[in-house]
């Protein structure tokens, strides 16, 4: 591992659980090889009720004036804003033009084809990125067989939070759904995907919230998976590997198909009981 690696934060505001948190879990998860050393802040936090200049010096991160000086003085970056997927295309466009390697927070895009844009700027510049859900290192999805059937259920708003759901369930079933249709609810809502070869899933969020829960059919035989793992230190180790090797654990088109996915469930929730195609 190379040690003394600097790391810097994009980020569309900074005061927010995951730049709270990364900065001491990677430094833990390295061994004290990688840190956070320069942040900026597009905007100051509208949620946390601290500026950016509040945050860098209660978090002791230096304040970078612009997103170049991130990108010329850092040895990897990290674009957050994982509460606001629609600001990655702007936020990501010059980090993906370095050729260091760039992790970019869930959710990666509003769609496939900001999505597409997105990935074109790092394979033009040769930039190694890559973009996940946490609940992918969920020590209970390891180790399942082909999936027949799946009902996933979660907590909260499917904007933010179904990204949560969405990539474990296409991690499992191994493929993208040809069309979703939402089933709206009080205060929940549940989704429908529909997969080419005739099998099929559901994701439902509940606005209250409850835990990541799965009830799945494989080998003929139906299993209940509650996740209480450590997914996201599982998370953080694999991102610490991807700082040290530049291989990231997703690759881009498996990222691509659940954008697709995502935009299509977007559209679902506005047209209940419509198929949208994705």
């Known amino acids: 591992m190379k040690t003394g690696m600097s790391i810097g934060f994009i980020d569309y505001y900074l005061d927010e659980w995951h730049a709270n948190r990364y900065p001491r879990l990677i430094e833990e998860k390295s061994r004290g090889d990688m840190r956070v050393t320069l942040a900026y802040g597009h905007i100051d936090s509208p ?97 399942i067989g082909p999936v027949d059937a799946l009902a996933s259920w979660g907590p909260y708003a499917f904007e933010t939070y179904a990204i949560h759901q969405l990539e474990p369930v296409m991690m499992l079933m191994r493929a993208k759904p040809e069309k979703l249709c939402c089933l709206p609810g009080r205060k929940s809502y549940t989704m429908l995907m529909a997969f080419p070869d005739g099998r099929a899933a559901s994701v439902t969020g509940f606005e209250a919230g409850m ?16 996740v209480r793992s450590d997914y ?47």
């Open 211 to 226: 835990p990541f829960t799965m009830n799945l059919m494989s080998n003929g035989e139906n299993r209940m998976i509650t």
């Open 47 to 143: 949620i946390g009720g601290r500026t950016t200049e509040q945050w860098c010096s209660d978090m002791n991160i230096r304040r970078a004036a612009s997103i170049d000086e991130v990108c010329e003085e850092c040895d990897a970056i990290i674009v957050l804003s994982p509460d606001n997927c629609e600001m990655h295309e702007l936020l990501c466009q010059k980090p993906l033009r370095t050729g260091k390697r760039v992790y970019v927070d869930k959710t990666f895009a509003p769609d496939y084809e900001t999505a597409k844009r997105i990935f074109g700027v790092a394979e033009e510049y040769g930039t190694p990125c890559y973009s996940t859900s946490a609940l992918r290192f969920a020590e209970e999805y390891r180790g």
């Open 232 to 278: 996201f230190g599982g998370f953080i180790t694999n991102l610490v590997r991807f700082f040290d090797t530049g291989e990231g654990a997703v690759p881009h088109g498996e990222t691509l198909n659940i954008m697709a996915a995502r935009g299509a469930g977007v559209k679902a929730l506005s047209r209940p009981g419509e198929w949208i195609r994705t």
